[in-house]
């Protein structure tokens, strides 16, 4: 059920800034991979270009072949692909079940009804809400919101699943349970682009890493040996450790 | 279709001939009274059709209406009513989706300024184009209707809205447009085209309050500018809206039922004072009770619950 994913020479400026430049990756169906690099180096807005909620300058990004590079975020959606948000976004008018029934009906399939309902109590039991359908999201905690919001991403029925910072701030047993979260979904096969700071998390689910440093990719290949390359140490810690 | 909505149909039905029936018993008065209750409802229900879940607050109520009254008042004489009223929707929806593709790009108060600001400009339009171009300063309209003939068509205009709205808060389309008033980008996200939805609902909504604009006409016999593009009648369609509760299907008319009726009495008894009143309650929902009576009664059961 996963496509592969191409990025070609990715641009994107914001007045005299250039956020990203000149980018390059790809990821396999199937592959789990970690995009890193220091705050601002922009990550965040290779996620924004890729599931069209910012325009590109320039470059290209395909998702099994097809080109959704200048595609509205709702149309890239109905291509395959579902993300969720650096800081939390539930939707507090609506109750926790229909912040998932908004993405099955308006996903890739049309679900609505009590087709749907039920989908999305499937959903909201593969990340550990079972039986919360009915409660408001603003009752939730932070981590059952986050929850929430991928059940909310799984519900569209994506072939790639943008997680940005997913895992940021969650104390150690719940870092624990998001990691097998992410891993389960590694099992059924989902293309995984994993914005993360939290190495053990990085280390645990990414084979392959690409690290972005002010806008440019600066390193690429299996995590183990970019995170031993001395200009991603720089780019992290600074000159002194390089 | 379960038991509760089967009972709430029946109620409904019911009322709805019972309502029907009333000009037959009731004084002309009386009708008169219900006719104006009937229009406020019609227009709270559709103003918050759109405006109730994307919380867009539009000003523009009086744009559509007064637009619907003048195209009866300058077609009434050469086509027969029911092309008229066809006429009259057309160009309620052209209008609409005109200002909704150049506006509902626009954000929280940059919206709310835009809609005030047709009004006023739609009415400036048509007051110089009837002084400059056609040379009328107003305009009769000779129409064969009693005050229950335009009630009766108030109702089923009353009717179809509530259903339109009924029909959408169940659909996808009802939730797509929830969630967008939450989160724009959430909803865009999940898959939802929210321009179009937007776009949708508010010509809907716009024609239906043009319509209401069109059958109320006739009520008037002699109609000038000032008359239809009075500002209060989008004030008043929003502080109904807004007392019942927006978001809910009989919020707008839980509100408009009693402050219709508080502003007949008001306007009778302190003419010169009305608009102060007016701005005065506006304010009062507003701060008290945010999200309408019916919320606020949710909130109460709730709280004497636990
Ligand atoms: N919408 C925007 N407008 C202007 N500047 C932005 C916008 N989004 C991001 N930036 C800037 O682009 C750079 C990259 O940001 P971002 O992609 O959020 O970084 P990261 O996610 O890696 O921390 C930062 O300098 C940020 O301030
Ligand atoms: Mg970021």
Redesign the interface.
């Known amino acids: 059920m996963s496509k592969p994913l191409e990025i070609m020479n990715l641009h994107k400026r914001f007045g005299g800034l250039v956020a990203v430049k000149d980018v390059s990756f790809k990821l396999q169906p199937g592959e789990v991979v970690g995009l890193l690099g220091p705050n601002g180096s922009g990550k965040t807005t290779v996620l924004n270009m890729i599931s069209g909620a910012l325009p590109c300058d320039g470059g290209t990004v395909r998702i099994g072949g097809t080109d959704i590079t200048m595609m509205k975020p709702h149309k890239v959606a109905k291509h395959g692909v579902a993300r969720t948000f650096q800081l939390v976004r539930p939707l507090p008018t609506l109750s926790v079940a229909e912040n998932v029934q908004l993405s099955l009906a308006f996903g890739k399939k049309r679900h609505w009804g009590r087709e749907a309902r039920a989908l999305a109590e499937e959903k909201l039991a593969f990340v550990g809400l079972e039986g919360r359908g009915d409660e408001r999201v603003g009752n939730l905690t932070y981590i059952d919101q986050k929850r929430m919001e991928m059940a909310r991403a799984l519900a569209s029925e994506p072939d790639l699943l943008l997680l940005d910072e997913w895992l940021a701030g969650l104390n150690p047993s719940e870092l624990r349970i998001g990691i097998d979260l992410v891993q389960n979904l590694q099992g059924q096969g989902m293309t995984v682009l994993l914005v993360e700071h939290i190495m053990e998390a990085v280390r645990a689910l990414c084979s392959r890493c690409i690290v972005m440093s002010a806008g440019e990719k600066i390193a690429e290949g299996p995590s183990a040996e970019v995170l031993q390359e001395p200009a991603v140490i720089k780019a992290y810690l600074g000159d002194d450790h390089a | 279709m379960n038991m509760k909505t089967l009972h709430g149909f029946a109620l409904a039905g019911v009322a709805v001939v019972l309502l029907a029936c009333a000009p037959l018993l009731i004084s002309d008065y009386w009708t008169g009274v219900l006719l104006g209750m009937t229009g406020y409802v019609t227009l709270a229900t559709a103003w918050a059709l759109f405006s109730g879940p994307t919380r867009y607050i539009s000003l523009a109520t009086v744009a559509f209406f007064g637009v619907g009254a003048y195209t009866v008042a300058v077609l009434n004489e050469v086509m027969p009513y029911p092309l008229v009223l066809l006429c009259a929707a057309g160009i309620g929806m052209i209008m609409a989706l005109m200002v909704g593709l150049s506006t509902l790009r626009l954000a929280g108060v940059y919206f709310v300024i835009f809609t005030f600001g047709l009004a006023e400009l739609v009415r400036q339009t048509v007051s110089w184009w009837e002084v400059n171009v056609t040379y009328t300063m107003g305009r009769y309209i000779f129409l064969p209707f009693e005050g229950r003939h335009i009630y009766w068509q108030l109702l089923a205009l009353a009717v179809v809205t509530f259903l339109i709205s009924w029909a959408i808060g169940r ?2 389309f009802g ?2 447009l ?2 967008l ?3 724009e ?10 321009t179009r939805i937007k776009l949708l609902l508010f010509v809907i909504s716009s024609t239906i309050i043009t319509l209401v604009g069109a059958i109320q006409a006739p009520r008037w016999t002699y109609i000038e500018p000032s008359i239809v593009f009075n500002p209060t009648v989008s004030f008043m369609t929003l502080i109904m809206a807004l007392l019942g509760g927006a ?1 809910r299907l009989w919020g707008p008319l839980v509100g408009a039922v009693p402050l219709f009726l508080l502003f007949e009495w008001l306007s009778v008894s302190f003419p010169d004072h009305f608009s102060i009143i007016l701005g005065l309650l506006f304010i009062l929902i507003v701060f008290v009770m945010p999200n309408g009576v019916l919320a606020k009664i949710d909130d109460l059961r709730k709280g004497g619950r636990t």
């Open positions: 659909s996808r939730l797509a929830k969630a008033g939450d989160d980008t959430v909803a865009a996200h999940a898959g939802v085209d929210v978001m």
